[in-house]
């Protein structure tokens, strides 16, 4: 069950269109470290994952994800929705306008649309709890990036809540790492092998 705040996680105004901003963060909402990704990974791990407190970690941050994918939306969309045609074509936004006018549609800044291929379920809980340590690291990395080639301080201001959360994210999903571990012993090593390892008749 889902409760939805009709605002945004942190404030979106932007003042002044610019199309070659929009075409980078929009990687963010589709590409493959995006907050769509993001999102999807941490819904899909949960149901297999066999620690309820962990499970509960997923959801919540899944959820978060949502938010700041909604936010990077309103964001590509702010940047946009005011474009002269000459605006758009100066700033080779023409290709994506084609297909999309300035509607929001999940892709990488160098248009490749989302697949699900970017993420992973493995359904090992040690497994997707590192998956999702590195894909954190990723989208902060990603966020570096994004913040050296802006200078707009309405577009700035959110993307830097945006990396903040990132680096929340990953020390959470690390302490559910230490949690995990915690529960495991030489015989539940894997979590859901716990014979994996070991010789027949030698485990009990």
């Known amino acids: 069950m889902f409760q939805y705040e009709k605002r ?20 963010q909402f589709g590409g493959p470290d995006g907050e769509l990704a993001a999102s999807m990974r941490y819904f899909s791990q949960k149901f297999a994952t066999p620690y309820r407190e962990v499970a509960g970690l997923l959801n919540d941050i899944a959820t978060e994800e949502l938010n700041h994918l909604e936010m990077v939306g309103a964001i590509v969309y ?3 929705k005011d474009l002269s045609m ?5 700033a080779g936004f023409d290709k994506y306008y084609v297909d999309h006018t300035v509607g929001l549609w999940p892709q990488a800044a160098g248009g490749i649309p989302f697949n699900a ?4 379920s493995k359904g ?3 497994t997707d709890l590192h998956e999702d340590m590195a894909a954190e690291q990723k989208a902060r990395t990603t966020y570096d990036n994004i913040l050296r080639l802006l200078d707009n301080p309405d577009v700035i201001a959110p993307i830097r809540f945006l990396r903040q959360r990132e680096i929340v994210h990953f020390q959470r999903f690390g302490e559910a790492l230490r949690m995990t571990q915690d529960k495991l012993d030489a015989k539940n090593f894997y ?14």
């Open 8 to 27: 945004l996680q942190f404030p979106v105004k932007i003042c002044k269109p610019d199309a070659k901003s929009a075409q980078i963060i929009i990687s």
């Open 78 to 80: 702010q940047l946009t």
């Open 86 to 90: 000459d605006e758009i074509k100066a």
């Open 117 to 120: 291929c970017e993420f992973q």
């Open 124 to 126: 090992d809980i040690i």
């Open 191 to 204: 979590a859901f092998n716990p014979g994996f390892d070991c010789k027949p008749n030698t485990c009990k």
